[in-house]
């Protein structure tokens, strides 16, 4: 169970409405706010590179659909996004025609999705408790083929479930310092291959300057 502010115990049903009505809130706004992503396109770079023709891509909270949805299906992935809200959803779907969005929550997917050749989740973990974060991670190593990869970031920050309010909308968000991300995803069977971190400062006065982390991934053989 997660906890509101006043300690009260909140459902994971109502967690999750919560924060995708929040998204829906934000809409496009949230590519006005951070319309820089270099740290986002490299690490797709540094995936696709690696990745055949027709490479199954799975976008983890794939928001909008830009970059990372398009990036993929652009470079001829069969790409399948996810996301909790249905406003961020009907974005993509018009930005990427290419691709299919479902409306689903990362900590659920199993293999009825198929298998992946690689997995990308660019701060949409941050969105969970780090209870949840274990299971989304667990959850996404289990769909990618052995050997196959995953692009991860979070923004640099010791909190676990913090109230937040994210350009006007109320969020609860968490982080990692560095080398306790490396650790977790290590644990649950990856290995990293790259780790890189970029200082990011949005352009709005409603998110604050932050640190991000990207780690490339691979998952091991068992």
């Not at 740290?39 to 830009?66: F, H, M, N, S, Y």
């Not at 083929?145 to 350009?167: H, K």
Request: hydrophobic share 40%.
């Amino acid at each position: 169970m997660m906890t509101t502010e006043s300690g009260s115990a909140q459902s994971r049903d109502e967690y999750r409405a919560m924060q995708a009505e929040a998204f829906n809130r934000i809409g496009s706004r949230y590519d006005d706010a951070f319309p820089h992503k270099e740290g986002q396109v490299a690490a797709g770079e540094w995936l696709i590179k690696q990745l055949q023709p027709g490479a199954r891509v799975l976008d983890v909270g794939c928001g909008t659909g830009e970059p990372t949805a398009k990036q993929f299906a652009e470079a001829g992935c069969e790409l399948t996004g996810i996301d909790i809200s249905p406003v961020m959803l009907d974005l993509a779907r018009k930005n990427v025609p290419e691709g299919t969005f479902l409306e689903r929550d990362v900590t659920e997917i199993d293999t009825s999705l198929g298998r992946f050749d690689a997995v990308v989740a660019f701060f949409s973990l941050l969105m969970l408790p780090r209870a949840d974060i274990a299971t989304a991670l667990q959850r996404i190593h289990d769909v990618i083929v052995p050997g196959g990869l995953l692009a991860l970031s979070m923004v640099e920050i010791d909190l676990d479930d913090v109230p937040f309010q994210f350009l006007g909308a109320p969020v609860r968000v968490t982080g990692y310092l560095r080398e306790d991300l490396r650790a977790l995803v290590e644990e649950i069977g990856f290995t990293v291959v790259v780790e890189t971190d970029i200082s990011y400062a949005p352009a709005t006065t409603q998110a604050p300057p932050e640190i991000q982390l990207f780690l490339n991934c691979r998952r091991n053989q068992f």
